[in-house]
Nanobody, 121 residues
Framework: QVQLVESGGGLVQPGGSLRLSCAAS????????MGWYRQAPGTQRELVAR???????NYADSVKDRFTISRDYAKNTVYLQMNSLKPEDTAVYYC???????????????WGQGTQVTVSS
């Protein structure tokens, strides 16, 4: 089994910063991609950022130049540095990973439990 555990959410004022972390553990052969989605009340879950093997990154237009995704391959951990936060960034942030558990098995998708980020004065 594979588990993804997020940390780093909380309450921050507009213009502030937060850093989210997500660590993958369990039976892991390789990780193809990790990233972050978010979901605000009454909206669909949307991709925030992802990082693919080879450090290829993708960002939602709404967070470009403010958020940075990075990955520690040795620790199977992905980070999301969020700067210049806005009230519209308020949401539950979910970590995901495309992870292979064995050499014979294709990548499966795994999700964390989510961490709340609230941007408010």
């Amino acid at each position: 089994q594979v588990q993804l555990v997020e940390s780093g959410g909380g309450l921050v004022q507009p213009g502030g910063s937060l850093r989210l972390s997500c660590a993958a553990s369990g039976t892991i052969f390789s990780i193809y991609a990790m990233g972050w989605y978010r979901q605000a009340p009454g909206t669909q879950r949307e991709l925030v950022a992802r990082i693919i093997s080879g450090d290829i990154t993708n960002y939602a237009d709404s967070v470009k130049d403010r958020f940075t995704i990075s990955r520690d391959y040795a620790k199977n951990t992905v980070y999301l540095q969020m700067n210049s936060l806005k009230p519209e960034d308020t949401a539950v942030y979910y970590c995901y990973g495309n992870i292979r558990r064995t050499a014979r098995r294709g990548p499966d998708e795994y999700w964390g439990q989510g961490t709340q980020v609230t941007v408010s004065s």
